[in-house]
């Protein structure tokens, strides 16, 4: 199977300080470069692990449109990021033993983008768009027609003397990733065969993901520092492939065991202040303000992203979905309220370390 990529611009950009998050779940700037080349990345449904709903699923999709010699219909995932969307669809295609390729919303604004796109298809090629719901309206249009009749309508020449062409293209699969499922247009969801959520991971697929990865760079860990790994990744395996990285880091400097511990694990995640639930500065700060200046809320979000100078896409693409996940927040529609495991939580923080705020 060949990957064409594009890009892979995944949603929320370092904040406006210019920083960057280690526990932020999408893709660091160092690692946008490498993300089609990303060697921990699994190639089969056996090596994805955890999600065995989804693949379950899937797999009797892909069975079933390969017995019939059909394209696969098309597919929406979504979730927060970092939880194996891109991995999911490239291994789609590489179990239909098709082309690949991956793209994104905001490299498809121009609608030269799309026909470019879509005429150079072959039969049965995969087309993954990260970021869907980011899609202008005239590249919906463009889309809506390919998805559902195989056809392209374009409008040739200009002002009178233009007139409306359709050209045939090939079957092929469309998947769209989103972040935010609830942005993305009817007519456009509507066109999804199949609609598939990707969830949290638990500690223990986690653990198995973060052997898997050291295994792969030759780095040996603990049971007991997996397990510690696991429970600072946020739920996700993004944020556990890139906190291994760190503490491999960390060993290589400070210590001279032959396996990864989990002294090593606390010590280098306490250096780089991601603390026992994976929450870093970001969080704590973010509960900081609902709890010490608003009472623990409800609180709106626009008022929260800018007491802390953020974006409210990043708080409620990022930041959010983990601490609702963990039970430290609730989305009311009356604003963000904190619970009581969280101002636990955040107090424990305090005593621990008097610079959190
Ligand atoms: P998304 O597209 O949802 O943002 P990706 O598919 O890019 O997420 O996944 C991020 C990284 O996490 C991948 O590079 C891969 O190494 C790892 N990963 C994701 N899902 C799994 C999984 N189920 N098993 C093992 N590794 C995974």
Redesign the pocket.
């Known amino acids: 199977m060949a990957i064409v990529s594009s890009i892979?611009n995944?949603s929320s950009l370092p904040n406006d300080k210019g920083e960057e998050r280690l526990v932020d779940?999408?893709?660091l700037r160092e690692e946008k470069k490498l993300?089609t080349k990303?060697s921990?990345?699994?190639k089969s449904f056996e090596?994805?692990?955890?999600?065995s709903e989804l693949k379950k699923v899937l797999g009797i999709s892909v069975k079933a449109a390969l017995s019939r010699g059909e394209a696969l219909d098309h597919l929406m995932?979504y979730?927060?990021?970092?939880?194996?969307?891109?991995?999911?669809a490239l291994i789609i295609a590489e179990e239909l033993g098709v082309k690949a390729k991956v793209t994104s919303a905001p490299a498809l604004e121009r609608p030269r983008d799309i026909v470019g796109m879509l005429i150079n298809m072959q039969p049965r090629e995969l087309i993954f768009v990260?970021e869907i719901h980011r899609l202008n309206n005239i590249s919906q249009e463009l889309l809506y027609p390919a998805m559902e009749d195989r056809r392209l309508d374009l409008t040739v020449g200009k002002g009178t003397s233009s007139r409306m062409r359709s050209i045939d293209i090939p079957p092929f699969t469309l998947v769209g990733?989103t972040t935010k499922p609830a942005s993305l247009s009817s007519p456009m969801r509507d066109r999804f065969g199949i609609t598939q959520r990707?969830d949290f991971?638990n500690h223990l697929?986690l653990e198995k993901?973060i052997k898997?990865?050291a295994n792969l760079i030759n780095l040996s860990i603990t049971d007991e520092a997996s397990l510690q790994l696991a429970k600072r990744s946020r739920g996700?395996?993004?944020i556990?492939?890139r906190l291994l990285r760190r503490v491999r880091d960390y060993a290589e400097v400070y210590s001279s065991l032959k396996s990864i511990d989990v002294k090593i694990v606390n010590d280098a995640l306490d250096l780089h202040r991601v603390d026992q639930r994976g929450l870093d500065q970001t969080d704590l700060s973010y509960l900081g303000l609902l709890i010490n200046d608003y009472g623990g809320g409800p609180v709106g979000i626009e008022t929260l992203a800018a007491a802390l100078g953020e974006d409210s896409a990043t708080l409620e693409t990022v930041v959010e979905p983990y601490l609702m996940q963990i039970g430290f927040l609730h989305r009311t529609p009356r604003g963000r309220t904190v619970t009581p495991a969280a101002e636990k939580h955040y107090l424990l923080n305090l005593t621990k370390n008097s610079t959190y705020e």
């Open positions: 892979t995944h779940s999408s893709l993300s990303d921990l990345r699994p090596e994805f692990l955890g999600q995932l979730g927060p990021p970092g939880l194996g969307k891109t991995t999911m990260d990733a990707l991971y697929d993901i898997r990865s996700t395996p993004r556990a492939n």
